[in-house]
């Protein structure tokens, strides 16, 4: 069964380092997500980003965040300047369309 | 906000019991979702119920919706230990795509 799949599954970085997650969405699909989990807590919307541009994006994407699809399969979250409350799980999600998301496993990033 | 918020926060009963939880949300939305989620992996759909759909069943699962109150119910019958997990409803509102999770219900099920 086709599935979202990330890297890392759990990163731990400086306050200030950059850090890249990746994710590869499920081939057909055409809208793409980034949620973040804070340990604990609820499930929180990043972006989406459809035909190759950010469609939606919630105050938590501040300029220290930004997503590209550098191919036809990879789909990142780049975080410029990490801060401790950064720290948590950040998941990637796929859809066809309205409907269904598929989420990927997560990746753990830790601000030290 | 839009985003629904479930009830109770946590959930605890014994294998072979229903479990219900409630979701609440704020505007009009084309669709309500489940998720669930195991400790430390990634959500998992359940089931989708559309805003004309009233009840929905999947397997153990069955959801309502109630447009007018702005409520959804999540029914888990016959619960396993399998079925401990946390459980989220997410609103797909009419004005935009992006789907909004709430704090979620945490289920344990004791065998």
């Known amino acids: 069964e086709p599935e979202v799949t990330q890297t890392p599954s759990h990163q731990v970085t400086q306050m200030g380092q950059e850090v890249i997650l990746r994710c590869v969405p499920i081939?057909?699909?055409?809208?793409f997500y980034w949620y973040r989990q804070i340990l604990g807590q609820k499930v929180e919307f990043l972006v989406s980003?459809?035909?190759?541009?950010?469609?939606?994006k919630s105050e938590i994407f501040d300029d220290q965040f930004s997503v590209e699809r550098p191919d036809g399969s990879n789909f990142t979250l780049k975080i410029r300047s990490t801060k401790l409350e950064d720290s948590a799980m950040y998941f990637c999600?796929?859809?066809?369309?309205?409907?269904?998301?598929?989420f990927g496993e997560g990746s753990r990033l830790t601000v030290l | 906000s839009q985003q629904g918020e479930e009830d109770p926060q946590a959930l605890s009963i014994q294998e072979g019991e229903n479990a219900t939880m409630n979701c609440s949300y704020k505007?009009?939305?084309?669709?309500l979702q489940w998720y669930r989620q195991n400790s430390g992996r990634g959500l998992v759909h359940l089931i989708l119920?559309?805003?004309?759909?009233r009840e929905k069943h999947s397997g153990r699962l069955r959801v309502t919706l109630d447009t007018s109150k702005k409520s959804s119910s999540l029914l888990i019958t016959a619960s396993r230990a399998a079925d401990t997990a946390s459980y989220f409803c997410?609103?797909?509102?009419?004005?935009?795509?992006?789907?909004?999770f709430g704090a979620g219900t945490t289920v344990t099920v004791r065998a």
């Open positions: 999600a796929s859809s066809e369309g309205a409907g269904e998301l598929f």
């Open positions: 081939s057909n699909h055409l809208y």
């Open positions: 980003f459809y035909n190759n541009e950010i469609s939606e």
């Open positions: 505007t009009s939305i084309n669709n």
């Open positions: 119920i559309r805003s004309n759909e």
């Open positions: 997410a609103t797909d509102p009419t004005n935009d795509y992006k789907l909004s």
